[in-house]
């Protein structure tokens, strides 16, 4: 009696087991499937925009080229200019992540993306970053225009007319102005 009892569970067990086997099996499957489905919808997509992503790629390595070209341009124009070297290096990480922006931004209209909403989220972005960090940027602001109007220099003895503070300069950096 207990090895019958023992057989019908094990017949039990083995049933259970080929069941839960065969799902796991079929869930594999499907997964399987779905991911054929993708890889071959992705295909499908680069073949019907081989040639727009060609002429795009193309377009990024000439831009970037281009970008490259002006820099030293521009920086050569500043080096004339007897500009400061904090200033440089700022408006040209400045100018040169722009210009990079807006190549891969018409790279992707190239392509086919609709970027005009993705432009937006990013002025949206500007404005709202610009409103929490006014106080700091209008520090900035103040410093590269010291900076590049040099309305005094290092050594001279200036006196700060809204609050009285005098003082002579130590240093002029994009944030601040030291005086003793």
Not at 3 to 13: C, F, M, R, S, V
Request: charged fraction near 15%; proline fraction near 1%.
């Amino acid at each position: 009696m207990i090895g019958i009892a023992l057989t019908e569970k094990l017949a039990d067990t083995t049933e259970s087991a080929s069941e839960t086997a065969s799902e796991i099996v079929q869930d594999a499957e499907q997964k399987a499937g779905l991911l054929r489905q993708y890889m071959t919808d992705l295909l499908d997509w680069c073949m019907s925009k081989v040639g727009s992503l060609v002429v795009a790629v193309i377009f990024m390595v000439i831009g970037f080229r281009v970008v490259k070209w002006i820099i030293k341009l521009i920086k050569r124009t500043f080096d004339r200019s007897n500009m400061d070297v904090s200033v440089v290096g700022f408006l040209l990480s400045a100018i040169r992540i722009l210009m990079n922006f807006i190549i891969l931004i018409t790279a992707a209209s190239i392509v086919g993306f609709q970027v005009t909403s993705f432009v937006t989220l990013l002025g949206t972005a500007g404005v709202t970053i610009g409103l929490a960090l006014q106080g700091s940027l209008s520090n900035l602001a103040g410093g590269v225009l010291i900076l590049i109007l040099k309305p005094f220099h290092v050594g001279d003895y200036i006196i700060e007319n809204n609050t009285k503070c005098e003082g002579e300069v130590v240093s002029i950096d994009i944030f601040y102005t030291k005086l003793i």
